[in-house]
Every structure is written in structure tokens, then in C-alpha cells.
Nanobody
Framework: QVQLVESGGGSVQAGGSLRLSCAAS????????IGWFRQAPGKEREFVAR????????YYADSVKGRFTISRDNAKNTGYLQMNSLKPEDTAVYYC???????????????WGQGTQVTVVS
């Protein structure tokens, strides 16, 4: 079992930055790939970024490529999502998830955090 807790959300002006953290407890997170997802009101949960358990591979949704950076520190059992050049359309609840599979499909992830709100105002 892995428990995930996100933090770092908040309200920011368009063009600003936020750094989300995903702290894991329970089993060591180094055994799992980490994904970040987001869900805006009235919309389905969508993939944002993922990082391999080794940290050696990353993959981004086209909508965030070049603006967001996913990383992890396995020694701290923590994953991160650095978000720069934020846009109002990035407003959503952001979730981190962990799974042994290498996928962008939300339903494939076994472990989820509770989410953190990100609001970008213009």
C-alpha cells in the first residue's frame, strides 16, 4: 500500500509558477511510476505528466509540454510537478498517482492522493 499526499496548490496570476509536491508513505515510492493528473469542473480527469520509477524517463501531455517539469526524489519518497507560465486553462484539481504500470490512463493507477487545487487567474 502507498499513501500519497499532494501539497503546493494555490491561486496564482497567469504567467506565474507553482510547485506541487507528492509525498508518499507506506511502501517505498521508488517501486512505482508516478503520474500527475488534473480535473477541471465538469471535465474528465486528464493526464498531465508521468515519470518512471527510476526517474530516467518522463512524458508530458502536449498541453503542458515546455511549461511543466515532473521530477522525483526517491530518497525523500516525494514527487514534484514544477508548473511555469501558468494559464487560466490550467485551473483544476491536481492529483498525483502511483502504479507499477507505465501508462497515461487514469484508471490503471492503483494509488491516488486527495488532490490539490490550482487556480490561475487572468
Amino acid at each position: 500500500q502507498v499513501q500519497l499526499v499532494e501539497s503546493g496548490g494555490g491561486s496564482v496570476q497567469a504567467g506565474g509558477s507553482l510547485r506541487l509536491s507528492c509525498a508518499a508513505s507506506g511502501r517505498t515510492v521508488s517501486s512505482y511510476n508516478i503520474g500527475w493528473f488534473r480535473q477541471a469542473p465538469g471535465k474528465e480527469r486528464e493526464f498531465v505528466a508521468r515519470i518512471h520509477r527510476s526517474g530516467g524517463m518522463t512524458y508530458y501531455a502536449d498541453s503542458v509540454k515546455g511549461r511543466f517539469t515532473i521530477s522525483r526524489d526517491n530518497a525523500k519518497n516525494t514527487g514534484y510537478l514544477q508548473m511555469n507560465s501558468l494559464k487560466p486553462e490550467d485551473t483544476a484539481v491536481y492529483y498525483c498517482a502511483a502504479d507499477v504500470s507505465w501508462t497515461i490512463v487514469p484508471s490503471a493507477y492503483d494509488y491516488w492522493g486527495q488532490g490539490t487545487q490550482v487556480t490561475v487567474v487572468s
